[in-house]
């Protein structure tokens, strides 16, 4: 079983509509959870990071963190075109990071 | 967050030659880590470069094919030695967030080997 995984896509939604990109993990020990957003020919951009299990919100953006069943999610409300991306999952623990393949989201106006 | 550039931005070199990638930050920091990713992977880390000591390398990867300098707190360099196309991919440097685990990303180099 990999560390993490993450559903490569692509996610085609019309724009407006709320997107739910998701990853699983496999280590209960892992401490921390980040997402990022890498744009064509871009580094990958810091959106989110948490700790803990709940959600944290910020803007147009939620992330969701439920250690029991080592799942994490990022929400993105009232999607629009700009969003679309890649979107990768990290997770880690110490100062050890394990990132997903990434999700392709295309927002389509 | 710190402001990451690199340099170049993108190649095209010949099989067997070196290559050698700068990273340069606007700010001080403690840690600064090389990636590769190659295409439909998952972000793959390198080696970690600390100020003042040697890099530490992950498990396939090894100081001979991927020397790492770290000469100060905001500079640092990665070369691909004798390069074969296996190699081509893009690689990125990243910084510690100075407070908490987090990583911040520079735009990538594009290395493509014929």
């Known amino acids: 079983q990999k560390e993490v995984e993450q559903d490569p896509g692509p996610l085609s939604v019309p724009e407006g509509a709320i997107v739910s990109l998701n990853c699983t993990y496999s280590?209960?020990?892992?401490?921390?959870f980040m997402w990022y957003r890498q744009y064509s020919r871009k580094g990958p951009e810091l959106l989110m990071y948490t700790y803990s299990s709940g959600n944290k919100e910020d803007g147009r953006f939620t992330a969701q963190v439920d250690k029991s069943s080592k799942y994490i999610s990022l929400f993105i409300r009232d999607s629009q075109p700009s969003d679309s991306a890649t979107y990768l999952c990290a997770i880690g623990w110490v100062d050890k990071i394990i990132f997903g393949k990434g999700t392709r989201l295309h927002i389509l106006p | 967050s710190a402001v990451i550039s690199q340099k170049p931005s993108r190649d095209i070199c010949q099989r067997g030659t070196s290559l050698t990638i700068q990273c340069q930050v606007d700010s001080q920091v403690t840690m600064m880590f090389w990636y590769r990713q190659q295409p439909g992977q998952s972000l793959t880390l390198i080696a970690t470069a600390n100020q003042g000591s040697e890099a530490t390398y992950e498990s396939g990867f090894v100081i001979d094919k991927f020397p790492i300098s770290r000469p100060n707190l905001t500079f640092s360099t990665l070369t691909v030695s004798n390069m074969s196309p296996e190699d081509s991919s893009i690689y990125l440097c990243?910084?510690?967030?100075?407070?908490?685990?987090?990583?911040?990303f520079g735009p990538g180099t594009r290395l493509t080997v014929t």
């Open positions: 280590n209960s020990a892992f401490q921390y």
């Open positions: 990243s910084v510690d967030g100075g407070g908490g685990n987090e990583q911040y």
